[in-house]
């Protein structure tokens, strides 16, 4: 079918609307893969991760903060005004390196409820840290 490839431009924002951007998916909320991951940031943000190439942002996007834990090879974006988790980037080059997890629930049009959901325990994922070189 056709319609497999198709993307649509979804808008977001945080919730105080500070940061607005766009990006592109599939645009049909059932082809639509996201993550719910029970690592120690997650559990607490209760954010809903896709995988995006990229995001535009046309407001606000100096406001985003930066935060990281564990082994400090994921970047977690976040509004610094609401804090409200926008997306996050691996900067880990053994671990998706480059990988622009965006979190869903910040979309104006796309229904949680409708989204495929895959459970991925991010808990028990040990990064190699950056430090550690073995070239
Ligand atoms: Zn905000």
Not at 3 to 9: M, Q
Not at 85 to 95: D, L
Request: proline share 4%.
């Amino acid at each position: 079918m056709a319609s497999a490839e198709a993307v649509a431009e979804y808008k977001g924002s945080c919730h105080c609307q500070a940061i607005c951007y766009s990006v592109e998916l599939p645009s049909l909320f059932s082809q639509l893969e996201t993550i719910s991951c029970d690592c120690s940031y997650c559990r607490i943000s209760g954010s809903l991760l896709t995988f995006v190439d990229g995001i535009k942002f046309y407001q606000g996007g100096e406001v985003l903060k930066e935060y990281r834990f564990g082994s400090h090879t994921i970047q977690i974006f976040f509004c610094g005004a609401c804090g409200a988790n926008v997306y996050n980037r691996s900067i880990n080059p053994k671990w998706r390196y480059g990988k622009i997890a965006l979190n869903v629930r910040l979309l104006h049009d796309v229904d949680p409820e409708m989204v495929k959901i895959t459970k991925v325990h991010g808990r028990n994922v040990q990064l190699p840290p950056l430090a550690e070189n073995s070239t």
